[in-house]
């Protein structure tokens, strides 16, 4: 099959030729497999959200949180019941301390990791227009976009810190509390007279939910890799396992986690081949995340109009750089030749540096410590300046 326009320019042609080892183009048959999850949703949370609507107000919401937190009793309700005993029943596959190396790999990568999270993850993300669709329905992202790109990035350090995956933890309660905020979506938007199922698919399926892990694992990694970092091999897998966690405890169907590098590689072709194609509100949401960019100069007087064309210009040339020409110029971003070259020089430093810290022992040890540093204090200062909602709990209300 002909590559679709992603694996066409750009950072990922580039990643086609250097990272990817064989041919992961996929065949006909597999796009009709991939195609039959579009259909597919998340059973056993969907069942816990429909009891919850049957429950007096707020009351199905407080006895999740109590059951999340204190585990199925002899009191809990069957929904409820079936939904935890399957989350708490760890696969087989699951290796605790692969878990520990991917998030210590993360961790290294500090603040820097942030800058593919929202660039090329959520940027990219928006190209598949049919999952857009959810987003632009519910008004949260367009017209917050700067708060939901603030909860995303605390979501994903809860989800990536060493040891936050154990059963009680911080990232574990956050991935499950993000798949029943999924559920109370995708029951929203079935709800909506207006929804279009032979266009758009069935609400937040189980392909566009295979998407938004791939954004945060694959691309993560090959996104701070085009930004100088350097992983082993081995690192890149242990990330690619906790994702694989993760996606698990989100409701992504096993036959669609990926096992190892190659599998992510082929399933993100298929995705890009299938849902990477983008419309109007394709625009609308790369408009509104610019704008969240664009908000950091507010309120700064002509220092803060320069920093935050600076923000956009450099946020921009990332997402160019790796999205490519195609895509970007349809999503509208700005093309700034110098402020491109400025980040293919700072990521040519950063990789000097990552081969320096590579040589030099007890190196990886402190840039660990510098990168948890600075995710920590990145939180204090997000929770100081917006206040964001971790239980999701908002956001379940608005669905």
Do not use: C
Not at 164 to 190: Q, W
Not at 269 to 291: G, N
């Amino acid at each position: 099959m002909e590559d679709p326009e992603l694996f066409r320019q750009g950072g990922f042609r580039l990643a086609s030729r250097l990272f990817i080892e064989g041919d992961i183009r996929g065949t006909e048959q597999q796009v009709k497999r991939l195609r039959e999850f579009a259909q597919a949703e998340d059973p056993l949370a969907d069942a816990v959200v429909a009891w919850m609507h049957s429950q007096p107000r707020q009351a199905g919401q407080r006895q999740f949180e109590e059951t999340l937190r204190d585990g199925v009793t002899v009191d809990t309700p069957p929904p409820l019941k079936a939904f935890f005993e399957s989350v708490e029943a760890t696969p087989f596959w699951v290796d605790t301390q692969r878990l520990e190396r991917g998030a210590k790999a993360i961790l290294r990568t500090g603040l820097l990791g942030l800058f593919p999270l929202g660039d090329m993850s959520l940027m990219g993300g928006y190209l598949a227009s049919r999952a857009t669709k959810a987003l632009v329905g519910t008004g949260e992202i367009e017209h917050k976009a700067t708060k939901r790109l603030v909860e995303t990035a605390a979501w994903w350090i809860d989800v990536t810190t060493p040891g936050s995956l154990a059963k009680g933890e911080k990232g574990y309660i956050s991935a499950i509390r993000i798949r029943l905020v999924h559920a109370h979506v995708r029951a929203a938007m079935n709800r909506r007279a207006d929804w279009d199922y032979e266009a758009w698919d069935k609400p937040v399926n189980q392909v566009q939910t295979t998407g938004t892990l791939l954004l945060f694992s694959l691309v993560f990694v090959f996104g701070t890799q085009l930004l100088g970092v350097r992983y082993s091999q081995k690192e890149r897998a242990d990330i690619l396992h906790l994702w694989r966690y993760v996606g698990w405890l989100m409701g992504v169907d096993e036959e669609l986690l990926p096992a190892n590098e190659e599998d992510a590689w082929r399933m993100l072709w298929l995705l890009a081949k299938t849902e990477f194609i983008p419309d109007a509100d394709s625009k609308r949401l790369a408009k509104a995340l610019l704008k969240s960019h664009e908000a950091i100069g507010e309120g700064r007087g002509f220092a803060g109009k320069v920093l935050s064309h600076v923000a956009v210009r450099v946020h921009s040339s990332i997402s160019r750089l790796v999205l490519g020409k195609v895509n970007a110029d349809f999503l509208e971003l700005p093309n700034d030749p110098v402020a491109q070259a400025v980040v293919v020089a700072a990521a040519g430093l950063n990789f000097a540096g990552e081969t320096l810290r590579q040589l030099i022992p007890g190196a990886t040890l402190l840039q660990e410590r510098i990168g948890r540093a600075g995710r920590e204090a990145y939180l204090r200062q997000l929770e100081k300046v917006f206040a964001p909602d971790t239980t999701y709990a908002q956001h379940m209300r608005a669905a």
